[in-house]
């Protein structure tokens, strides 16, 4: 019998605001409260995580929530013991002193390299590969999360469908969702919409055939970097928590930045959801709604291969139109290219909406499908028990 780590320590340094220390987070939060891990987490942004979970201390070196214990990654770190297990989470780098003193436990740790989550085909490929440190008695693991049984799995806490669900058809718990908000019920015949997005050459298109169509809109946006374009678009100079801004057809509301499970309320709550990254990309998908995902621009547009790669995954149960479609309109979202031609976001949209129940219908059974999966911490936690067992002999 191998003994149990002692704790686990998982460090994230915050470089996209919010997408990764919402992953993390997560994840840290779920391996306490569904398997008694000891968690320890390290963060280098408190006042960006404190944005997305206001519990948080921002001034605090160590503080505890949700029985996770939570410490500033300050510079240097000092001196520290290491737990059982090191999770390096989307790609930060862990101190050479640490490091140091990892490699000087007997025995030493379990370390995870915590990769971003992909749909291409080279992940299960790479999927629990150990890379050995090239001086050190060390061994780092690659996880990787995905969409298949051959990889590490998504988030996805044992609450999330039961606690969707309930929500979705408590029509008097959406009312106090949105007027916790500030906002009045929505009318029924509004489609409701969620924007959160990177910023994008296509939103004023997006925003023009909105207010033109015959469609009324509600459109939702937490405050982040679409708003100043959004503010620019109906020609005011700024932008705040609580701003309507109304066009034609369309209603455009200003959030404040949500907590993570009010942001889970809001996917829930929307008729379809615009989602970036990959914390809400992935949280829409478990929403059971119709989504428009922009990934992350990284250079040589490898980006559009993430894109490309989920698309043959989504689509692959959707009618050949609409799967066409929603190629068709992500690709525009993305590529930002042919402003006012027949692959503009503004020219597919109308399509879009007349195919919305097809649509609504397909985003349920992928989340159905989703749910049947094991779980990235279920698998984190398998695939480190079975190494500590291998020591064991």
Same mark, same amino acid.
């Given at each position: 019998?191998?003994?149990?780590? #002692?704790?686990?320590?998982?460090?994230?340094? !915050?470089?996209?605001?919010?997408?990764?220390?919402?992953?993390?987070?997560?994840?840290?939060?779920?391996?306490?409260?569904?398997?008694?891990?000891?968690? $320890?987490?390290? !963060?280098?942004?408190?006042?960006?995580?404190?944005?997305?979970?206001?519990?948080?201390?921002?001034?605090?070196?160590?503080?505890?929530?949700?029985?996770?214990?939570?410490?500033?990654?300050?510079?240097? +770190?000092?001196?520290?013991?290491?737990?059982?297990?090191?999770?390096?989470?989307?790609?930060?780098?862990?101190?050479?002193?640490?490091?140091?003193?990892?490699?000087?436990?007997?025995?030493?740790?379990?370390?995870?390299?915590? &990769?971003?989550?992909?749909? &291409?085909?080279?992940?299960?490929? !790479?999927?629990?590969?150990? #890379?050995?440190?090239?001086?050190?008695?060390?061994?780092?693991?690659?996880?990787?999360?995905?969409?298949?049984?051959?990889?590490?799995?998504?988030? /996805? &806490?044992?609450?999330?469908?039961?606690?969707?669900?309930?929500?979705?058809?408590?029509?008097?718990? /959406?009312?106090?969702?949105?007027?916790?908000?500030g906002l009045p019920d929505t009318d029924a015949r $509004?489609?409701?919409? =969620?924007?959160? =997005?990177?910023?994008?050459?296509?939103?004023? =298109?997006?925003?023009?055939?909105?207010?033109?169509g015959n469609t009324p809109i509600d459109l939702m946006?937490?405050?982040?970097?679409?708003?100043?374009?959004?503010?620019?678009?109906?020609?005011?100079?700024?932008?705040?928590?609580?701003?309507?801004? $109304?066009?034609?057809?369309? /209603?455009?509301?200003?959030?404040?930045?949500?907590? +993570?499970?009010?942001?889970?309320?809001?996917?829930?709550?929307?008729?379809?959801?615009?989602?970036?990254?990959?914390?809400?990309?992935?949280?829409?998908?478990?929403?059971? $709604?119709?989504?428009?995902?922009?990934?992350?621009?990284?250079?040589?547009?490898?980006?559009?291969?993430?894109?490309?790669?989920?698309?043959?995954?989504?689509?692959?149960?959707?009618?050949?139109?609409?799967?066409? +479609?929603?190629?068709?309109?992500?690709?525009?979202?993305?590529?930002?290219?042919?402003?006012?031609?027949?692959?503009?976001?503004?020219?597919?949209?109308?399509?879009?909406? &007349?195919?919305?129940?097809?649509?609504?219908?397909?985003?349920?059974?992928?989340?159905?499908?989703?749910?049947?999966?094991?779980?990235?911490?279920?698998?984190? !936690?398998?695939?480190?028990?079975?190494?500590?067992?291998?020591?064991?002999?």
């Open positions: 019998m191998h003994k149990p780590p #002692s704790h686990w320590d998982i460090f994230c340094s !915050v470089i996209d605001n919010y997408g990764d220390i919402g992953v993390t987070w997560r994840l840290a939060r779920q391996l306490a409260a569904e398997y008694a891990i000891a968690v $320890r987490l390290w !963060v280098d942004d408190l006042h960006a995580f404190r944005h997305i979970y206001p519990a948080v201390d921002d001034t605090a070196a160590t503080q505890w929530i949700d029985a996770v214990e939570i410490r500033h990654w300050a510079t240097p +770190l000092g001196r520290m013991e290491p737990g059982g297990v090191i999770i390096e989470a989307l790609g930060c780098n862990l101190p050479d002193s640490f490091i140091l003193a990892m490699a000087n436990q007997s025995p030493t740790p379990v370390w995870i390299n915590l &990769e971003y989550l992909s749909a &291409e085909n080279w992940v299960s490929g !790479v999927h629990g590969l150990p #890379s050995p440190h090239p001086r050190l008695p060390l061994t780092k693991y690659f996880f990787m999360p995905g969409y298949t049984p051959e990889t590490g799995g998504l988030t /996805q &806490e044992k609450w999330l469908y039961q606690r969707r669900d309930v929500f979705q058809r408590d029509t008097q718990a /959406q009312t106090r969702f949105w007027a916790s908000l $509004r489609l409701r919409i =969620s924007l959160f =997005s990177y910023e994008s050459a296509s939103l004023a =298109s997006l925003l023009d055939t909105c207010a033109k946006v937490p405050l982040g970097k679409a708003v100043p374009q959004i503010a620019a678009w109906f020609n005011a100079a700024d932008a705040q928590a609580g701003d309507t801004f $109304r066009r034609g057809n369309l /209603q455009v509301h200003v959030l404040a930045m949500l907590s +993570l499970d009010d942001y889970d309320r809001l996917l829930w709550a929307c008729d379809l959801n615009f989602v970036r990254g990959e914390d809400s990309f992935v949280r829409a998908q478990f929403a059971a $709604r119709p989504l428009i995902w922009q990934a992350y621009r990284q250079e040589e547009s490898a980006h559009l291969d993430k894109l490309a790669a989920f698309l043959d995954l989504y689509c692959a149960g959707l009618p050949p139109a609409d799967a066409g +479609l929603v190629r068709d309109l992500w690709q525009a979202w993305n590529r930002e290219e042919d402003p006012g031609g027949e692959k503009d976001i503004g020219a597919l949209w109308p399509v879009w909406l &007349e195919a919305m129940p097809g649509l609504s219908r397909h985003a349920r059974d992928w989340a159905t499908h989703l749910a049947g999966q094991t779980d990235l911490a279920s698998n984190l !936690v398998k695939f480190i028990n079975k190494l500590l067992e291998s020591r064991a002999f």
